[in-house]
């Protein structure tokens, strides 16, 4: 049976791409690539990507965790930034060499993707369209059915594997075409337009390209701390708190031993120094400004103890 790699993204183009393929006879890899700005919720829960693919009768799901790699993409992509600090082009060319030694390694005919001819102004209009599969190397086997009969034929329509006349020539930011499709598929719920990649949110976007440009410390940890909590960037200081339980469980959990932590002996934060060393009374003061308990201690005249986490 002819396979193909799908880029799952979760949203609604990605959802309809590969349930066209699948009416074409085409075995469905769905694979997603994930990092703390994209797809991460399925690090510590994967059964439920495992469990969307099955609802949508693909045949097979992949997740990948890339973060170490994409790091060196986000760090300095040749073709730029959006609005934030998602650099698309650079993503896009990333994840396209993934998945062709995905399809060396799987054997599988292609590789097919959810996008859309003039969707989006930066990624998707036709010179990116070419210039992202040629960089990737991916010319000939990269299919995108919902746009496809916009664009040069392809090697599994030249082949016979896919019937180009059942493809689609959908164009732009309008979703009208998209939305019947969705019916025609019966899907239940429809998915956002786009796979939620949280560098394009301004708050994180500015946050990441900050860190980036000043040259501060991004690696696998610190990928994860930069989506969370609240962050204290000041020259030669890099400080984390946790906003709430939940955020302070997951602190612990991403720094184990390789930061510095504290919180107090009454509810608060957890804080962790990324860069930096600041005095214990500093620290201690920060902690108590976001500790309602802390402040009713000391308001009766009684003290709060910093706790060290390492």
């Keep these: 049976m002819p396979t193909a790699i799908l880029l799952f993204s979760e949203g609604l183009d990605s959802h309809l791409a590969g349930l066209i393929l699948k009416e074409q006879g085409i075995k469905i890899v769905a694979v997603k690539f994930i990092t703390p700005f994209f797809g991460w919720k399925y690090k510590e829960n994967p059964e439920s990507f495992y469990e969307k693919v099955k609802a949508l009768g693909f045949d097979e799901g992949l997740l990948v965790d890339v973060t170490e790699e994409y790091i060196e993409v986000l760090k300095k992509p040749e073709h730029g930034y959006g609005d934030y600090a998602n650099p698309c082009v650079d993503c896009k060319i990333f994840m396209l060499k993934k998945a062709k030694k995905l399809m ?127 962050h204290f960037l000041e020259e030669g200081l890099w400080i984390v708190l946790g906003r709430n339980k939940e955020e302070n469980e997951k602190i612990r959990r991403i720094v184990q031993n390789k930061y510095r932590t504290y919180t107090l002996d009454v509810p608060a934060p957890t804080a962790v120094i990324v860069e930096g060393n600041p005095p214990e009374e500093f620290i201690k003061k920060l902690l108590i400004k976001y500790s309602k308990k802390a402040k009713e201690k000391i308001s009766k005249g009684e003290d709060v103890f910093l706790i060290s986490g390492k």
């Design 104 to 230: 060396e390694e799987l054997k599988t005919d292609f590789i097919a993707t959810g996008e859309v001819l003039g969707q989006r102004p930066m990624s998707q209009n036709k010179n990116a369209l070419e210039l992202i599969e040629r960089k990737a190397g991916v010319k000939g086997i990269l299919l995108r059915p919902l746009s496809a009969k916009l664009l040069a034929e392809t090697e599994p329509e030249k082949k016979g594997i896919i019937d180009r006349e059942k493809l689609f020539d959908i164009f732009g930011r309008k979703r009208n075409a998209q939305f019947e499709l969705a019916k025609k598929f019966k899907l239940k719920e429809i998915p956002t337009p786009s796979g939620g990649c949280l560098l394009t949110d301004p708050q994180i976007g500015e946050r990441v390209l900050k860190v980036i440009k000043e040259r501060r410390t991004l690696n696998y940890e610190t990928s994860q701390l930069l989506v969370i909590g609240r």
